[in-house]
């Protein structure tokens, strides 16, 4: 990927235009961490870029960026840019080409993601950002304050990365964070939950949600209930936000909703009543148990020593049911297989053929 990559920064300077491998990538690559997301940037323009690589551009064009594909791996490729104010704390109202990467890397938001890499492996640190790298430090390009104001999202975005990558926050920019963390009620919940969703998801989220708490961004978050994960055992973001109770604000897909409702539903119930792990499974039963604290091994013990796991698995057909009564089809047929079902999940009925007949035969005959 590298290579093609390295490949793709020749092909535009041999066009006569500067290119290089910025952010995440290079920072990864420093850390030894693996990263398959490489973003580009050069002062060809959009025009240029397209030019160059013709059919291998997608169509589609992102405030000046020019997505490349090459061996089915997508590379961004971004035009140097000046961004002219910032009116909705958020997006900058203008946005003017430059010819300047210095000049583009002070638009950027933290140091250690203004590291370049150029076409020979070289490695280009105008802002010292490998300096941070080596502090384990997040610190904005620039005034901390500014930068927030420009864009309040960095600040959840400074959090994610001290998260991840186990840093700590540079003190200004903590400073900054409690001034303008008001600023984060203007940002939609739609990218504030894309932030938290890869703290929650990261192993090290607790490092996330006490910074968050250490700061107070759970009010202006309107997640008032954070301080509960720290008293669970949970480790996935569906039980954090199953914890958070949120879904009145924050959007979720259907799936989503789903389990977080599923979660919440049986917190309440017993985890090893083979009634509720039938019906919710494994992985709800899991969460709400981690959400209280329960032993997980006795909940998946418990699971596994189920009877039957689904009703595609009791040993009896519509059409047997129909025949033992000679019947013809109708909502009874539910009403039978609850009562089978229940009956062998507490194993007062084996899950036989003959044993199951007999008992349809003698209670409902």
Not at 97 to 117: G, K, P, Q, S, V
Not at 194 to 223: A, Q, R, W, Y
Not at 294 to 311: C, G, M, P, T, V
């Amino acid at each position: 990927m590298l290579d093609n990559a390295f490949r793709l920064l020749k092909e535009i300077n041999d066009h006569s235009y500067e290119a290089y491998i910025v952010g995440g990538f290079v920072r990864d690559y420093l850390l030894g961490i693996e990263s398959n997301d490489i973003d580009i940037c050069t002062n060809a323009t959009p025009k240029d870029i397209r030019e160059i690589f013709n059919d291998k551009c997608l169509p589609l064009e992102d405030y000046g960026s020019i997505t490349v594909v090459i061996k089915g791996i997508n590379y961004e490729i971004t035009t140097y840019r000046k961004e002219i104010g910032y009116s909705d704390n958020r997006h900058p109202n203008e946005i003017k080409y430059i010819n300047d990467l210095r000049e583009d890397l002070l638009r950027r938001d933290f140091t250690i993601n203004t590291i370049c890499m150029d076409k020979d492996g070289n490695i280009i640190d105008y802002l010292d950002g490998k300096k941070d790298l080596g502090k384990r430090l997040i610190r904005t390009v620039g005034d901390s304050y500014t930068k927030f104001n420009e864009d309040a999202l960095r600040i959840l975005r400074a959090i994610r990365f001290a998260t991840i990558l186990n840093f700590n926050l540079d003190d200004d920019l903590k400073e900054a964070i409690l001034k303008t963390k008001h600023l984060l009620k203007n940002i939609s919940y739609t990218r504030k939950k894309s932030e938290l969703d890869k703290i929650f998801n990261s192993p090290n989220f607790k490092k996330g949600i006490k910074t968050i708490l250490d700061l107070g961004l759970d009010k202006e978050l309107e997640i008032s209930n954070l301080y509960k994960v720290l008293d669970s055992d949970v480790s996935s973001s569906i039980g954090i936000w199953s914890i958070l109770n949120v879904s009145d604000k924050y959007p979720f897909n259907k799936n989503e909703l789903d389990i977080i409702g599923d979660v919440n539903e049986v917190v309440a119930l017993d985890n090893l009543n083979p009634s509720v792990l039938y019906k919710y499974g494994l992985y709800v039963n899991s969460v709400a148990g981690k959400i209280k604290k329960k032993d997980a091994k006795k909940i998946i013990e418990a699971y596994n020593n189920l009877i039957i796991k689904s009703r595609k698995e009791i040993n009896v057909t519509s059409e047997e049911i129909m025949a033992i009564l000679k019947k013809e089809p109708g909502e009874y047929l539910k009403d039978i297989y609850d009562d089978i079902e229940r009956e062998i999940l507490y194993n007062r009925l084996k899950n036989e053929k003959k044993s199951i007949c007999e008992y349809i035969k003698n209670k409902y005959s």
